[in-house]
C-alpha cells in the first residue's frame, strides 16, 4: 500500500510537472476558469436592465392604441422614446442603436372591445442584447394582461344575460405572487449559478484531453516510472493524474463558485461545507469520465472543438433550463452520465436555494457513484492501453 501511494504522489507530480510547463494548458486554467468566470459575470451585471429605450410604431392612431403606449411606457422594463407610422423608420432607429426594439400596433387595434375582436401585437428587438429583447417581452406581456382586465368588462357586457348571471356568480381567482429565490426576476442570477459548474467541468475536460493528447503524439506518459505491474501501475496512474487535477481545481472551484458569487452579488446563501461536499465526488467523477475517453484523445487538439461547444446541452440536461420530471427517459439517461449535470443542479439547490445535505442525497449519491464507476472504467481503459502499446 505504502508503494502504490509514493506512485501516485509521483505520478500527480510528473503531471504537475508537465501542466507547469504547458502554456496552452496554462492558458486555459487561467483564461478559461477566471477569465471566463469573469467575463461571464460581468456580462450580465448587472442582470437586471430597466427603462430599455424603445419606439412604438402606432398604425391605430385612437384612444386605445394610446392608452396602451401610456400603459407599457409606465413599465419599469422600458422607455417609450418615439411614437411613430412608419415602420421603415423604426428599423433604422434599431440599427442606429437610437433604440433597441420597437413594437407594432396594426390598424386592427382600434377595433378592441367590439365583438370580440383580436388584434396581433408584433415584437422587434436587437440580438446586440438579450437582457434587451428580454424586458421588451416582459412589459409587453404584463401590459397586455392589465389591458385584457380593462377590456374584459366590455366583452362581459356583449353576453346574454344568463351567461352575465353566471359570471356573475363566480368568485374571482386572487394571485398572490411570493418570489422565493430570484427575487429580482434577473437572468443572471437565475442562470450564471449552473454556469459555474459547467465551467469548471469543461475546462477539467479539455486539460485533461490535451495532457492525454499530448502523450499520444509523443508515446510518452507523464508519470516517473513504468513498471511492469499492470494492476498497481494503471491504478497509480489514474489515482496520480485524478490527485493532480482534483488539487488544482479545487483552487480554483473556491474562486470561481466561492468569490465569483459575492463579487458579482449572486445567490450565495449555501453553507461553505456543504458546497465542499458536493465538490470533492464532483472533482473526482469529473477527472475520472475525462480519463475514461482516453481513446478519442488521439492528439492534444481535435477534443477542444466538441467539448467547447457542451455548455448548452449540458444546461439542458442538467434539469435547470427544461424541468428534469418532464424529460422523456433517454434524456434522463444522458443527465446521469455527466457528472456537469449532476453538479449544476445541486449548485443551485445549495447557494441558491439554501438546502442542505439532507436535500441534496439524490445528486451527492448520483456523483459518489460516477465517481466510483467512472473510476473503475479508467482504470481498465488505461490498462488495455499499457496492453495496446499506445505509448510505445
Known sequence: ????IIEILQNSKAEYKFIATNIPLLLVLLGGNIGYGVLYNYMYNPNIVRDVPIAVVDM????LSRTFIKNIDATEQVAVKHVISDYAEAETMVKENKIVGFLYLPRSFSHLGLEYNKSNIMTYGSTLSFLDFLMIQEATTYTLLDFNAMLRPIYVSQLPDKDKFAIAQLQPVEIIPNVMFNTEEGYGTYLLPPVLIIIIFQTMMICISNSCGNERENKKLHISNLKHNFKYNTISIVLGKILAYFIIF?????FMLGLLPI??????IGKPFTIVFMMIPFLIASAAFALCLLPLYTDSEKPLIFIVFMSIILLFFSGISYPLELMSWYWKIMHYIFPAASAALCFVKVNTMGADISQILPEITTLWIQSIVYLIISTLVFKFSIKKKYWQ
Open 1 to 4: 500500500m505504502k508503494k502504490i
Open 60 to 63: 391605430a392612431d385612437n384612444k
Open 250 to 254: 479545487s483552487i480554483i472551484s473556491t
Open 263 to 268: 463579487i458579482f452579488n449572486l445567490p450565495h
